[in-house]
């Protein structure tokens, strides 16, 4: 079957007061519903399937809000933004990551040249972009998903161990190799940032955005489990192994998202830095036993990694971010397998300030 894209066939209207509203970063779905994040929030919204308005093919709205302080103990203030990159559902629990990165100051138009340097030597870590954290689906009283602090059945929202400067697995990555000298420097300058979530059992797979080395692009597998109010680092193997690097060929580009389907990990890949550049969708088959059978602290991957799309992009505006399989039954089963959603949307993909457009794909 070919390969396929069917521009703004997906529209997803939110509300003024939506935590969410066009720089969407990650998607799952729960059904009929649709979760997404940005990042430039610290919540998640969920949008309900509606019937078609106009051309599109899927609509979404009637947006609900779920802050993230309302779920957790956040590292950081309540109203600081999470910088959310991933989202994945899996039995009934929305599992999120932030970028774990450093942000830099911009320059402004209108300030002196001597401001605007110290503007751009200014690094900071907003708290709550270390977060990878857990949280509890249950169904509501009108029969909508909701996310919950607490569950019925006993399970309870959790982050993994950490605070405003950092959690368990940041102060590992802090002294490897490989990654340990990019953690200084600020996500898109090819310093750290995750931007991809996907889940393999028990195992966890991030996706770095950056840093790419000569070329090569990072996974990182953990493995993590409730300790009380919080999660923990899991040992992966006797030797203690609380992590797992692996090194993929992706032309040179970085993670923008992650997704496994049956066996293959879908990568959703673009450029480490802010620039226009390609985005592609690579399949890396047998992704999923070739991670079971795996003991290495450190592999490369590049023969089997290959890419099956090219996603358009604009000068400044429409940089693919979120990448999801679509449920068959939201289309009967025809005609596409994937929902990608954008950061900074152009004209092209906006219907007013509150309306944007994602694209569906049918790969072979």
Known sequence: MPQ????NAVRLEFASASLVHTNLSGAAFSGDFLWVAGDE???????RRLDPAGAERLRFGEACDFALADLLDLPGAADEEADLEGLAVVDDWLWLVGSHGLKRKNIKTGRDDAENAKRLA????????????????EVGADGSPCLVRQARDGRRAQRLKGDAEGNQLSRLLAEDPHIGPFMAIPGKDNGFDIEGLAIAGKRLLLGLRGPV???????LEIEVEARGEQLRLVALDGAGSLYRKHFLQLQGLGVRDL?????????LAGPTMVLDGEIRLFRWPGARAALAANSSPVRFEAAAVSEVFTLPHGQGCNRAEALCALPPELLDGKSADWLVLYDAPGDDRRDGELTV????????
């Open 357 to 364: 457009f994602g694209d569906l794909l049918r790969c072979a």
């Open 213 to 219: 080395l000569r070329g090569w692009s990072a996974l």
């Open 4 to 7: 396929s894209r069917s521009a």
């Open 41 to 47: 929030a610290c919540g998640v919204d969920r949008l």
């Open 122 to 137: 200014k690094l900071s870590l907003d708290g709550n972009r270390c977060l990878l954290a857990c949280v509890p689906i």
């Open 259 to 267: 997704h496994l389907r049956g066996d293959d990990l879908y990568i």
